[in-house]
């Protein structure tokens, strides 16, 4: 389904360059997150959005902004891309806190830095 | 910190055969979810559990809050059951920082 899509699916930069992943979805939802997902680590935490305006860093944040000016887009901007940030990103969206509420993925970007 | 841990890391098993996939964490949580990562796929949500059992199709996940643990079974295992079976939790203090992940087990199902 498309209620949440991540843009561009695959990509290829240069050390040293700033690049800007697209989250984006369509539920409404409050709640945004961007995951990198390594092997051997599993998806970890980069930054995470509770509404308009309101974000917060995670476990893995160093190196990476996000924004969020509507409910239904969340950026994450690698300021100056290294190859340590060669990753797949995933984004992900719930609506609430609550037990009953659970997460929804994005497709993930590839992104490699050369 | 949650940790979560899971095992096995890495299973082989025949058509037809019961899986099982184990999770345990250290602290309380508000809920366990159960995911599935097909080879250079998206992440698909299975279950999300705060107590007892949920069942659908061949996918039966079970928790214990008690114990700290949570089991992932597929019964007649099939070849395309074969992916990354991913256990994550999310924190009982209701914070907005989302899940805590365990790394994943790598499920092959041979024919």
């Known amino acids: 389904d498309a209620g949440i899509t991540q843009s561009p699916r695959h990509k290829v930069t240069e050390t040293g360059t700033p690049v800007t992943l697209r989250c984006h979805q369509t539920?409404?939802?409050?709640?945004m997150y961007w995951y990198r997902q390594d092997p051997g680590h599993g998806l970890r935490l980069i930054h995470y959005?509770?509404?308009?305006?309101?974000?917060d860093k995670g476990e893995v944040s160093d190196g990476y902004s996000v924004s969020r000016s509507k409910t239904e887009d969340f950026l994450l901007t690698l300021e100056s891309a290294t190859s340590s940030q060669t990753s797949v990103y995933f984004c992900a969206i719930s609506e609430s806190l609550s037990a009953n509420y659970g997460y929804t993925f994005g497709s993930g970007t590839r992104l490699t830095v050369v | 910190k949650n940790e979560v841990e899971q095992s096995p890391q890495n299973l082989t098993a025949q058509e037809g055969e019961f899986i099982t996939i184990n999770c345990s964490y250290s602290?309380?949580?508000?809920?366990l979810h159960w995911l599935q990562q097909h080879p250079g796929g998206g992440i698909v949500s299975l279950f999300m559990l705060s107590s007892g059992k949920k069942k659908h199709g061949r996918l039966i996940a079970t928790i214990n809050i008690q114990e700290k643990h949570s089991s992932l079974h597929i019964t007649a295992s099939h070849p395309r059951d074969s992916a990354v079976y991913i256990c994550?939790?999310?924190?009982?203090?209701?914070?907005?920082?989302?899940?805590?992940f365990g790394k994943g087990t790598h499920l092959i199902i041979q024919p």
């Open positions: 539920e409404n939802h409050r709640y």
């Open positions: 959005s509770y509404g308009v305006k309101d974000t």
């Open positions: 994550a939790v999310s924190y009982s203090g209701g914070g907005a920082d989302g899940l805590t």
């Open positions: 602290v309380g949580i508000s809920a």
